[in-house]
């Protein structure tokens, strides 16, 4: 590399031999930071239904999640670019603090639109903690050897799944719903000390200005996107007036955005980084990845609840086998990487495992047991696993160490947004499909008592029979949709990973490191 990086201790002692306590501290302060970004919305679904109950404003109850989703979205490649240019280790501590003061306005908040404007506040904090993460542990740790810490950082996703939302109910039941927010301070409070004192990287001072009109025009498109897979089947319909109008805005700012990033001193966003073709790769099918995992994640609950007559207190032990699957098939790729130095593999046995896995649940119907559609989550689980952190990655491996930032920022946008688009075309169908499906069944005044209705056990219990077996049935056929759907996207992924080109991990051998892998 052009840049000699500087880090908490000499690389050469990073890539051999047990981990210095320096580094170990830092990544501990990492995950602290990562789990913070990741538990928020856990923990803040749970305690919704009471923010609503105080603060009213029910019809605008997604806001409180959108806002959040779309100020991370659209920070993300910013924050990555603010840490090439000045210093990761200064960007990462503000976009921590800034992300505390989000948490503490959204606790004070009085009224839903100061919750949706703090929340805001919270999500620009959060691009900066996700890419920080990514692009510091890039820093520090050699790709030959960052394998090792793929389990943990998998083992802090499944914590965030699996804890947030009973952490949330317990927060919200003993000690009010503000203490949602509030519960951020401690743990903000440890990562910000411990990377302040234990983290050294060298400050820059680039002369170059920041390139405000492409950050602009990215925030723009982005905004348009995640709006239009938010509304679109929903709040508006897919033909409408709102929706078109969004895509064409998306379009247009775009095309603006490349066309200005091709002439900018210092772009946003260099689009050079694309050229390297595993880079791109490896942002298609963390696309896919977001797709499948969020859609994953929304669609099982629901019908574990609605077919399966499980409690949705308990909604996130429900993905338990999933996570768990994922956490052990992550941490075992990570080390075989590792010790090896290979990972073409992994993409393409996580692919097929990907595509079987939802295939598999598409196929749960209403006389699916748990043990079964335990086993469907495991082998999604298992697809995830080899994935999740092999993308990242590569995609670090595939770019200049000047460009760790961006790269780190861009896979995570990718990620972001295939999410966006995985839950707005699984809901679109899934939603569809349950009011086609009762009103076969039972008809159109059924079907709208059945959709007024919770999707918690308890509420399906007080339905007639008749019109309770037919929801079921009509959960299971929107779940078959939304999954065959997922299978589908996946297959684009299996495909791509057949392209990845094995390059030599840095740190690996004889690589030298001033090489950029294409």
């Known amino acids: 590399m ?41 923990i803040i679904g749970t305690a919704m239904p009471t923010i609503v109950g105080e603060l009213g404003g029910l019809e605008h109850l997604s806001w409180v999640v959108t806002a959040y989703t779309l100020a991370t979205a659209a920070s993300t490649p910013i924050w990555g670019k603010i840490g090439d240019m000045y210093g990761r280790k200064g960007s990462f501590l503000v976009s921590i603090v800034i992300f505390l003061i989000g ?24 691009g900066g903690l996700m890419v920080g993460v990514m692009a510091i542990i890039g820093d520090l740790i050699p790709p030959r050897e960052r394998g090792k810490y793929q389990g943990m950082m998998a083992g802090v996703m499944a914590l965030a799944m699996i804890g947030g939302p009973l952490v949330g109910g317990t927060i919200t039941d003993h000690m009010g719903w503000r203490w949602s927010f509030y519960i951020n301070l401690p743990l903000g409070a440890v990562a910000l000390a411990m990377v302040s004192a234990v983290l050294h990287l060298p400050k820059k001072r680039s002369k170059s200005k920041i390139d405000y ?10 905004t348009s996107t995640v709006l239009v897979t938010t ?18 805005v998306g379009i247009a700012s775009t095309a603006a955005f490349l066309y200005v990033e091709t002439k900018a001193a210092e772009p946003i966003m260099p689009l050079h980084i694309f050229r390297s073709r595993n880079f791109t790769l490896m942002s298609v ?81 209403t006389d699916t047991s748990r043990l079964v559609s335990g086993v469907y989550m495991a082998v999604l689980g298992a697809g995830l696993g080899f994935l999740m952190q092999i993308t990242m990655l590569v995609a670090q491996n595939s770019v200049e ?17 295939g999410g966006s688009f995985g839950v707005a075309l699984m809901g679109s169908l899934f939603t569809t499909q349950v009011t086609d499906t009762m009103v076969e069944r039972q008809g159109a005044q059924a079907a709208a008592a059945a959709g007024s ?12 029979e008749a019109v309770r077996d037919a929801y079921q049935h009509a959960v299971a056929a929107g779940t078959h949709s939304a999954f065959l759907l997922g299978a589908a996207v996946a297959v684009l992924g299996f495909v791509a990973a057949w392209f990845v080109k094995e390059v030599p991990l840095r740190g690996a051998g004889p690589t030298p490191q001033d090489t950029p892998a294409h």
């Open 2 to 42: 052009s840049e000699t990086v500087k880090t908490a201790v000499p690389v050469e002692e990073v890539e051999s031999g047990p981990k210095p306590r320096s580094v170990r501290v830092v990544l501990m302060a990492l995950m602290i930071a990562m789990l913070l970004a990741m538990l928020d919305n856990m």
């Open 103 to 126: 948490s503490v306005l959204s606790g004070m908040a009085q009224d839903m639109g100061q919750l949706i404007g703090f929340r805001a506040v919270q999500g620009l904090g959060a």
């Open 213 to 222: 009109l492409g950050a602009a025009l990215l925030t723009i498109a982005i």
């Open 231 to 248: 509304w679109g089947g929903t709040e508006y319909a897919w033909g409408s007036v709102e929706v078109l109008g969004l895509i064409a």
């Open 285 to 365: 099918i963390g696309f896919l990845v977001g797709f499948a995992m969020f859609g994953g994640v929304l669609y099982l609950p629901l019908f574990q609840q609605a077919v399966q007559g499980a409690s949705a207190t308990n909604s996130g032990l429900l993905l338990l086998p999933m996570l768990l699957s994922m956490m052990l098939v992550s941490l075992i790729a990570g080390r075989v990487t590792t010790n090896s130095g290979k990972y073409k593999i992994f993409p393409i046995v996580g692919g097929a495992f990907m595509v079987v896995g939802l295939f598999l649940l598409a196929t749960m119907d």
């Open 401 to 417: 160490m000047k460009d760790m930032g961006v790269a780190s920022s861009s896979a995570t946008l990718f990620r972001t947004l």
């Open 453 to 464: 209705a919770q999707l918690d056990a308890a509420s399906l219990a007080k339905l007639p």
